[in-house]
Structure formats: C-alpha cells, structure tokens
C-alpha cells in the first residue's frame, strides 16, 4: 500500500427514526439516538421516507438514514 | 394453502398531493384525498418529490406518495 | 394542515396496452382503454415496452403506462 | 390508432400478503385476496419480500405482488 | 420532422443547496440561485437528500434537485 | 427537537444465511444468527437470494437480508 | 498524468423534446433545439418517455434524452 | 424435484439492434437478426434506446433488447 | 497484462424455468435445464419471480436466474 | 422493414474476470478470455467490481464486464 | 427563506473522459478538461466505465464522471 | 429448521476508504481498516468512487466498499 496513511475512513450505519412531529425531526432522532452509543457522526443519506397512518392522518414519520462516522485512531 | 386465514391482506395505491406551503404538507394532502374513498390507510411510502416553480419561487410542492390500506373483511 | 385547499391531488394506474402496429400505439391504446373508466386522465409515463415474437417478427408490441389522473371533486 | 381492436388491455395492482408458512404461501394469499373482486387475474411478479420478526423467529412472511388481470370487455 | 414547432423544449440542471434550517429550505436556495443564472425556471425534482452532522446535529441540509427550465425563443 | 421522545428508533443489519434446504430455511438461518448477538429484532426484508452449484444442483441456498432491530433503552 | 492528450472528452445534457407527433419525433426536437447552441453533438440516450393526455389522447409524447457532445478543442 | 417435466425453460439473450428509420425498426431489426441463428423466439423488452447524431440529427436508432427463446427439445 | 493467468473467467447466462409446485423448484428447473448444454456451473442469483395465475390460484411459477459457470481450459 | 441493411447488429455477453494485480487488470482479463471464442468484440461496460479478501488483504479483484461484439456477417 | 445566506451551492455536469492508460486516468483527464472552462471543482463520483475495445485489448477507457463544483459569488 | 447448522453466516458492513494514490489503493485501505475490528472478511463489492478534486486534480480517491465477513462460531 502506497502512500500516507493520514486519510480517513468512514463506516456507515442505516437507522430509522420516527417523530410525530414532521419528516426532518425523524432524521434528526434517527441522528440523536445512533450518536449516543457512536462518536464522530459526520454525515447522513436519507434513504427512505415512510410513515404510519392513523385515523387518515400520518401517526409518525419514520426516516431511514444512511450515517458516515469516523472510524477513529488512525 | 396452509395456515390460518387471520392474517392481513394490503393493497397499495400511488397518489399526488400538492401543497404551497411544505414537503411534508403536500404528503398529508395526499393521505387525506386517498382517505375520502378508501377506508383503514395504514402507511405511506414517499416515491417522488417534485414541485412547481413559478417566479423562481416553489410554487407547488408535489408528493407522489405509495399508501397501503387493508383490504377489509377477512 | 396549512394553506387553502385549492390544490389538486392525482391518482396514478398501471395499465398495458397492446398493438400489432407500433410501440406508440399501444401506449395510446392503454389511454384508451383506461379512459373508458376513469375521467380526467392528465399524463402518462412509459414505463416498459416489450413485445412477443412470433415468426420472428414483432407479433405485439406491448406497452406498460403509469397514467396520472385528477381525483375529481376538491 | 391503427390496427384491429381486438388486443387486450391488462392493470396492475399491488397487494400484499402474509402468511406464518412460507413466502410462497404469502403470494399465494396475496392472489387469493385479489380474486375475491378482481376477475380474470393473468400473472404477477414478485416486488418484495419482507417479514415480521417474534421470538427471533419468522413470525409472517409478507409478499408484494404486482398481479395484472385482463380489463374485461373488449 | 413533422408536426408544428410550437412546442417547448426543457433543459434540466442539477444543483445542490444547503441550509442550516430544514430540508425543504435546501430546495428553495437551490432554486434561488440557479435562478440567477437561468431564466424560465419550470419544475425540480429532488434526487438526494443528505446532511452535514457537527455536534451530533445536523449542520446543513444538504438536497440536491433537478431543475428544468425552458431553452427560451422558440 | 419537538415532540415526546417515546418513538422508538431503529437500526438495520445485513446478514446472509445459507441452508442447503431452501430459500426459505437460509432466510431463517440468517435471522437465527444474528439473534445470537442483537436483542428485539422486528423485522426483515430478502435483499438478494443467490445460491451454490455443484453437480447441477443447488448445493446453498444464500439469502441476504436487511434485518431491522430496536435501539434498547429509550 | 500519462499517455498522449488526444483522446476526446465529452460533456452530457439533459434535454426534453415534445411532439404532437411520435416519441420518435419528440426526440429529434428535443436534439434539433440542442443543436442550436451546443456544436458536436454526437449521441443520446432516452431517459424518460411521458405524455400529456387530453381529451383520453396523448397530446403531446415527451422525451428526456441525455445528450453527448464533444468538448471542442483539445 | 416434484411436478411434471413439461414446463418450459427460456433464455434470454441481449443485443442491439440498429436503423436509419426508427426506433421501433432498431427492435425489429435486432430480433431478425437474433433469429437468423436461434430458434423459438418469443418475447422482447426493451433494455435501452440510444443513437448516433450526425449533423445534428439522428444518424442511426440503437434499440437493445433482451430477447427470449425456448430451450428446445425437453 | 500482469501476474499469473492461473485465475478463472465465467461467463454468465440468464434462463428462466418454471414448475407448477414451488419458486424454489423453479430455480432448480432453470439450473437442470441449463446444465444439459453448460459444464461447470458454480452459481446462480434470482433476477425475478413471476408467476401464471389461473382459476386465482398460481398455474406456474416462473424464476429468472443469472447463471455463472467456469470458462473451461485456462 | 425499412431501410438499408447495412447497419451491423451487435450482441453482448457478460463475463468475470479477475486479478490478484488490479481492477483494471479483472477487467482485461475478462476481454482476453472471451476474445479466445468470440470475434469482433467492440466495447465492454463494468457492471460490477467486487474481491476475495484473504489474509486482510485483496487477494483477487473480480470485474465483471458486459461486452458487446458485432454479429458477424450482414 | 430562514437562515443566513452564507451557505454554498453547487451545481454538478456530467463528463466523460478517455485514456488509453487506465481507468483512474480517464477521470483525471475528464476532470482536467473539465477545469479548462469552470472553476471551484470540488468533487466528483463515477457514473460508469466503458471503453472501447480493438484487437481484443482495452483501447480506451471511458469514464463518466458527476462533477460538482460551487456556483461562485454567493 | 431443517438440514445440518454447519453452514456459514454473514454479516456486511460499508466502509469508505480513501487515497491519495489510485481507486484501487481507497478499497485497499477500506478493507485495512475494517481488518483492524473484524475477523475473517471474506470478500467485498464496490459500492461507490468518489472522490475530492483540489487544485483541479484528484485530491483523494474515496471508495465505499460492502465487506463480509463470517459470524464466527458456528
């Protein structure tokens, strides 16, 4: 392998939050929870937007995310 | 065909609703037409967003949603 | 739920039509047939063409259409 | 539009079923469901498979179709 | 070719804006500057929706629309 | 971030089982598996099914699957 | 960098080209407009076929073709 | 393995058809020229539609097609 | 060209079989059948399940498979 | 059928090769195996780049290729 | 539109380039040709690897690559 | 469960490596630096190349790879 050994790398973890509240705040859950037991979070993908419906309007919100993390000590 | 007769069948159906106002609005449009001639909606799938853009400005926001409602008596 | 009500919501179906003449015709022939019970249709996107072989010619050509229609009263 | 009349016109549905016994089984539910108010039903195509999880063990299988069935009157 | 030459003809641009508010004002400053550049904006579409991560937050959302506008004199 | 923080979020694992049986049994082998290290798993959706040849025989079925479970403590 | 600088690099455009006509025809507009400001024009690929229906006809064919042009001097 | 043998097996094959006229003649093309040395032709979808400009015109309609034929003698 | 030729090429084909019993068993028809005329197959993945539906209940199901199978003399 | 019938017809094929050197090298390697039994092969496409890992390290690249050549006689 | 007006937005083009080298050479070379006419490129991502194919070797290597670069002045 | 449990099992992850080097040099490092966490990868598959362009040149290579690796008792 040639080259510095500087770069980064990045691992990718897929979560889905939900929320009442609106699309963006279940990213952001999806987010807050995953950086509770990860460090470093640097990105995200939403992958998939869905949702529960109840009595004709939408329950929750529910945002899959694809997360990038630094992989640490390098 | 073995089992249990119990369990649940879903149809799905793909709609458009447009809003002026959000993303997340033109979704609940669309959930709430689709409520008026299909009873017991039970999730969405968001397939589309596009939107209308007039005086460089976002017009309409238009949501192509997937929704899956149970198909009734079992 | 934000804003006036005046937008219009669509309702999307799947339908394939068939022709011995030209893909353009079977798409047209699929609109045909899906307005014989559905009003309002609005658009339509191609979203598989293909065809069976007999002799080996072009026997059907065979269209699958996503056409987009307006859910009526608001 | 050219050509005889006398191809035919197919629509799509997309139905899911379920079934605790196999995948196989939650399409043959899928299509058993569609038949009670759809008539002449031609073929269908697997769109997804998915399942609920209890105990660590498959609880229901879920199988998407897309089932095409013929518009009757020609 | 045949046919009048009234019709239009739409070019589409990909552009990637970013806000630090939410999601949906992503999309409108991508539009807001592709349209100082480009007259006749029509529609977008969105085709990715990512995000900066700082503090275990999101930073900036990231979306990036396809945006089409009409190739002006006919 | 608004809202009660009472929805549950989710995170999603790739795993692929094999069974020399069925598609079926690879699918529960793989989900047997990862029940071994990760607690409430909920659901599962079939990502790829892909299999073993020897002497003109399927010697593996191979079912790869996205395995969704519930992040524990709320 | 190695090799000889004479290989030719090509940029791509998204046009869309509509027709009373034909899809075929929608095409060659949607071309015969690119024409007009770009030089070099070489190869396309159809994207999207769509179509506005009115009156249970198709209107207009609407093409999306990706388009390739050389990147003149070298 | 259960059942009778009568079933068919199909293969398919992919090739690219090319024509000064039209896309659909670019199919049809592709199709006489797979039949010159397979039998049993059945059906075709089409995988992709490109073309050569020359003059700012289209030069040659390249269709590909996946083509199906029956695996003869069971 | 560097490094040893001692690595294998495959080649892959696409087939599709069909049985009146299983999905699974049409896999393995479209594998047998294959086999008859291709030495050294190593591996299969499903493309598609689809199926001919008769009096509402499956006829035949009928799997596409990619097929890989060992270029021979290296 | 129209036109002259000068145009060529091509074919494609979809092969592996691999490598223990480089991605680029799979890729000849896949170009060299399938000229041994095919003439006029014109242009090739990466569908897939995938390796076996052995010891932590790539021990083979595995390119696989779509290649197209030209249907020989007209 | 919330927010201060400080964040970039970018606009990507789509290039091909061709080295008769390598394939990472292609892309340097579509992206330096790329930099004679815009300036800020920041990023890129490869759409697809081609190349041409003459005498049963590699002739070229066509790369395409999305190149994103910041619309300037903000 | 039916069949012997000797079959193995296997858990992917998705790693983005980078270089200053070469595309290839970005998987080899991706999977150098998942070897560090995990036994036993087996293989990986491409996923995506990007990269950042400094200076109008490749500044760093960036692949994201899909590794697997076996869960280890069986």
Known sequence: MTG???EHVY???EVTGSSTTSSDDAIRRAIAKAA???R???WFELI???GNIDGNQVAHWQ???KIGFRLDDE
């Open 63 to 65: 945002a899959t995310v």
């Open 36 to 38: 509770e037991s990860v």
């Open 4 to 6: 510095t050994m500087s």
């Open 11 to 13: 691992k990718h973890i």
């Open 48 to 50: 998939e937007l869905r």
């Open 40 to 42: 470093e979070l640097k």
